[in-house]
């Protein structure tokens, strides 16, 4: 890892810090709802641990099964947080699906054959992702929430192509070489992190919403 690596991932940790700061203001103010509150927090809390331990220990830390299982957090609880949100009937419906996938990483990853650990990973993150993904862009559209809300999408898009490059780099089948997933991985983190501040930054709870 290089020092450019490493002070970018600072930046990104500096940002999700930034960002768990604001979204325990909203917790305290009821600008959000609780449970999504919290499940932001949870999820850069974890982006935030995750860059920390990348910058300490380099990029071989992805390789140990509890470091994929914890860094699933990140999109699981994320888009647990949206659907919470924006949401809230299919709240329930998608809670147990988040913590089925996560049992279901967990198992697979320390005890299950290595081409079911690949293919649960890609399910679990394909899922969350598409949320993260898509669900802002529907909300911005429908002006259900403010339009640079949309750029939450966008992170979700830049979460999706990491995690599926390193899912399929895991399974032995890259889709880019792994100079150059871990070349680009930090800007990458980055620009998902910075992605998410500027649509979640302002946007409150939508109108309408009971």
Do not use: C
């Not at 140990?64 to 888009?79: D, E, F, G, N, R």
């Not at 809300?149 to 889709?175: D, E, T, Y």
């Amino acid at each position: 890892m290089t020092w450019f690596d490493k002070a970018t991932l600072l930046v990104t940790g500096l940002t999700a810090l930034y960002m768990i700061w604001r979204f325990t203001q909203d917790l305290r103010s009821g600008t959000r709802p609780s449970r999504s509150a919290l499940s932001y927090i949870t999820s850069f809390a974890v982006l935030l641990v995750s860059g920390l331990l990348l910058i300490a220990l380099g990029y071989g830390v992805l390789s140990h099964p509890l470091v994929v299982v914890v860094a699933s957090l990140i999109p699981v609880t994320l888009s647990a947080g949206l659907v919470a949100e924006y949401a809230p009937v299919q709240a329930r419906t998608y809670n147990i699906f988040a913590v089925v996938g996560l049992l279901a990483l967990a198992v697979t990853r320390f005890a299950g054959p290595r081409p079911l650990a690949i293919a649960t990973l890609i399910v679990v993150h394909g899922v969350a992702g598409l949320i993260i993904f898509g669900l802002p862009l529907w909300l911005a559209a429908q002006r259900r929430a403010p339009g640079r809300f949309a750029w939450v999408g966008v992170g979700g898009a830049l979460i999706g192509v990491g995690g599926i490059a390193l899912a399929f780099l895991k399974a032995g089948k890259p889709i880019l070489s792994a100079d150059t997933i871990f070349l680009i991985l930090a800007p990458l983190l980055l620009a998902m992190t910075a992605s998410f501040a500027a649509g979640f930054l302002g946007s409150g709870m939508p109108s309408g919403r009971s």
